[in-house]
């Protein structure tokens, strides 16, 4: 299955992420992360990166969810301490769905990491998508680790320095943090000039059409697979929204 | 035969000082001629406004004409000018975004539009150049530094230019890849490439004909 059309894997990719966005009910979020996690490790997410991936993203997604747990006050109480309701099943429920819903938007994000960017590239071009559009996507999906790499330098250089950062209240650490941004965006930009400079003396853009060496072709079982998608898929949300 | 000329050149990024004035370089066909000068003199510039990406890339005000084989560098297409002369840069990291070696090195001739099967020959042919064959299918984020600017090298000799512009592009290197490199050049003179090196220290690039320095604002022709 890890060989599948990059097609195929997009078209998974929009269906999951339109079901994180559509369901409100629990019980179908409960499910369709399951269907996610299963779908990401069949389709060629590596298990140890998408933990890794899961554990960074931990804290702002507890972070999110205990907003909405403590805010959304309506419903039926479910825990309280003598007369104060600390959760309602309303907030209960909402947490779940956001949590959920950002664990399915990961799951399906991690099998287009893992993808051949060159064969995402041809398979969006074969579908009539300008080659400059595919490219432009890829390129800025490229630039998040190398920004996330240029924030940890600059961190570094300021620990080398003699500020521990550990060591220093949350103020003042945000103080550090917001006098990075711009050394940090400079670099990005210098990054990109250098790119787009390297491309462009390559030929890129010279010709509205451009050959591509890697071919993608849809086969028997990739079709299959799709059309299982787009029934599973119809079959859910009319389940969902009609119940029969 | 002069294969890549700069005539009265003059340099100065918008709003800023002039960086060099009066600048006149010629490099023959066969020849390999190096190109010294302080940090900041300008060697860099020079090469981009050369190889035609200053101004089509880098804005910046050009005066004066380069002429590549012959033809003036303002009058030719991207394709045109990408066929004529091909770059290789400082740092091998920004100039490698495939995520595999072959399609890197495919993408230049992509661009040009040119047959599948014409693609796969440039591939093998300019892999076999830089002795990187072995590493076709190999992720270029898990390569040394020096192999990734053979990679480069190679990338840009699957363009099959006839003049090639090394920017400090040895220096990165360490003493194997940078003997590698060398004979990699020697190679390329012999199969009559145009070549222009810019190095700090010329002494260390055993195989150039000639030497030009950038020196206050003006262009020198030293002897080796």
């Known amino acids: 299955m890890r060989d599948l059309d990059p097609r195929v894997k997009l078209l998974w990719m929009v269906i999951c992420t339109t079901g994180a966005l559509v369901f409100y009910d629990p019980i179908w979020m409960m499910g369709l992360a399951c269907f996610s996690l299963v779908g990401t490790l069949v389709l060629g997410a590596d298990l140890k990166s998408f933990i890794a991936r899961f554990r960074h993203f931990l804290g702002f997604l507890s972070f999110v969810v205990l907003l909405q747990v403590i805010f959304n006050r309506s419903g039926a109480p479910v825990l309280s301490i003598n007369s104060f309701v600390l959760l309602y099943s309303a907030g209960l429920n909402r947490g779940i769905i956001i949590a959920l819903r950002y664990f399915v938007i990961l799951c399906a994000a991690s099998v287009m990491v893992e993808e051949n960017n060159r064969k995402v590239i041809a398979a969006l071009t074969q579908m009539g998508i300008p080659y400059t559009f595919s490219f432009m996507l890829l390129t800025a999906l490229r630039f998040l680790p190398l920004f996330r790499s240029s924030f940890s330098n600059a961190l570094v250089a300021i620990q080398l320095r003699g500020v521990e950062l550990n060591k220093i209240p949350w103020n003042k650490r945000l103080y550090f943090y917001s006098s990075l941004i711009l050394p940090v965006v400079a670099d990005a930009v210098v990054r990109a000039q250098q790119l787009a400079t390297v491309m462009e003396a390559r030929g890129f853009g010279a010709l509205p059409q451009r050959t591509s060496y890697v071919q993608v072709a849809m086969k028997f079982k990739d079709w299959t697979f799709a059309i299982l998608l787009f029934g599973l898929c119809g079959f859910a949300f009319k389940l969902y929204y009609f119940k029969f | ?224």
């Open chain 2, 1 to 224: 035969m002069i294969a890549l000329e700069g005539k009265d050149l003059a340099f100065s990024y918008i709003d800023s000082p002039v960086l060099f004035s009066n600048v006149n370089i010629q490099v023959k066909k066969g020849e390999c001629v190096a190109l010294t000068g302080a940090s900041g003199s300008g060697k860099s510039t020079l090469c981009h406004i050369l190889a035609g990406i200053i101004p089509r890339s880098i804005e910046g005000n050009v005066q004066g004409k380069v002429f590549l084989l012959g033809d003036e560098i303002q009058t030719l297409s991207l394709v045109q000018t990408v066929q004529r002369v091909g770059m290789l840069f400082q740092n091998p990291d920004s100039q490698l975004f495939s995520p595999t070696v072959e399609d890197e090195i495919a993408f230049g001739p992509e661009n040009l539009c040119l047959p599948r099967e014409e693609i796969a020959r440039r591939i093998a042919h300019s892999l076999q150049s830089v002795q990187m064959s072995e590493f076709r299918q190999a992720r270029t984020n898990e390569l040394s530094q020096g192999q990734k600017q053979l990679v480069a090298l190679a990338a840009v000799l699957a363009l099959e230019p006839k003049v090639l512009i090394f920017d400090e592009a040895l220096a990165p290197l360490d003493s194997h890849h940078h003997g590698l490199v060398q004979e990699i050049i020697q190679t390329l003179k012999r199969r009559g490439k145009v070549i222009l090196i810019v190095e700090h220290d010329p002494e260390e690039i055993k195989i150039v004909d000639r030497v030009y320095e950038l020196r206050d604002r003006r262009i020198w022709e030293v002897y080796k």
